[in-house]
């Protein structure tokens, strides 16, 4: 089928140039990426991936009051 189409430069410029690079006629180029296009328009979203999320407290009887007893209540008395 033939038909007109007007292009913005930019977009030119980039289909000229993966054109020579590729040695691919203009035409066979645009259809290309008219298609690569049209199919991932088409393509079901993902759903997005989601962290879940959980509290990280202390154990009982442990708070950030006193640094030096946490870590020996954590790592020991060898924490040095």
Not at 18 to 41: D, I, W
Not at 63 to 72: F, G, S, T
Request: charged fraction near 30%.
């Amino acid at each position: 089928m033939r038909t007109t189409l007007s292009l913005d430069d930019d977009v030119a410029r980039l289909l000229n140039k993966e054109s020579r690079k590729t040695g691919a006629s203009f035409k066979q180029v645009v259809n290309h990426f008219l298609r690569l296009g049209l199919t991932a328009s088409k393509r079901p979203a993902r759903k997005p991936f989601v962290v879940a999320s959980r509290k990280l407290g202390l154990p009982a009887g442990l708070n950030y009051d006193n640094i030096e007893l946490l870590l020996e209540a954590i790592e020991g008395p060898l924490h040095r």
